[in-house]
């Protein structure tokens, strides 16, 4: 696909199971967090979205875990499913005024019908 | 509602040429902002379009340029191309100035300088 880099992490999954996605950013300013989804051919997708307030947010089938004493971010998915084949990105940004995200580097997720 | 709208969606060009790149919002959005996309560098923000003003710039070279008229929709152009900008290109709108909280991607143009 056109978001697939050479290194970017894979993760392969069983079709119904629990999938895992890490992230660690790197600006402790940042207090906003998004995770997209990006599928080949298309841009990115909103998912779910956190402030630096919570460390728990959740979604229809998925949810976002934020650990600000690591500077992590994960997002999980509840009972994965073929259509969750893609690229998943985190974004953060420093808030109002910022105008900009800045990205991870991408986890590409198969999943194993 | 339409989406945005990112024209054309494959472009191939030749080292030293320059390319123009179309993006129109959502309806209603007056924000637009682009992204470069390499496997390589990931996602990068290029710049962000507000009432037809650059509200903010990304870390690239001079060469990267944009525009946005009085209808929201917005055009960046590459100058003097290298083999590096291959790339894909995306733009995002939003309502508000920064509103990065609503921002939608368009599906983006695949540049490809040979």
């Known amino acids: 696909g056109e978001n697939v880099g050479l290194h970017l992490p894979t993760l392969s999954v069983q079709e119904g199971d629990n999938s895992i996605i890490n992230c660690a950013y790197s600006n402790s300013a940042s207090d906003y967090f998004i995770w997209y989804k990006q599928e080949s051919g298309k841009g990115p997708q909103f998912i779910i979205d956190i402030r630096s307030n919570m460390d728990k947010r959740q979604g229809q089938r998925v949810t976002v875990l934020l650990n600000k004493t690591v500077k992590h971010l994960s997002l999980q998915i509840a009972a994965t499913q073929p259509g969750d084949s893609a690229v998943y990105f985190c974004a953060e940004t420093s808030g109002a005024g910022s105008y900009q995200l800045t990205f991870g580097k991408g986890t590409k997720l198969s999943v194993i019908p | 509602k339409a989406g945005v709208t990112q024209t054309p969606r494959y472009l191939i060009k030749t080292r030293g040429q320059q390319v123009t790149l179309s993006c129109s919002p959502i309806s209603g959005h007056r924000s637009v902002s682009w992204y470069q996309q390499t496997p390589g560098q990931g996602l990068q923000f290029l710049f962000e379009?507000?009432?037809?003003?650059?509200?903010n710039k990304g870390n690239f070279p001079g060469r990267f340029s944009g525009r946005q008229f009085s209808n929201s929709r917005s055009e960046m152009n590459v100058s003097t191309l290298e083999l590096g900008d291959s790339a894909l290109y995306l733009c995002?709108?939003?309502?508000?100035?920064?509103?990065?909280?609503?921002?939608?991607f368009g599906s983006g143009t695949r540049l490809t300088v040979v």
């Open positions: 379009y507000f009432s037809e003003t650059q509200r």
């Open positions: 995002a709108s939003s309502t508000e100035q920064g509103a990065i909280y609503g921002y939608t």
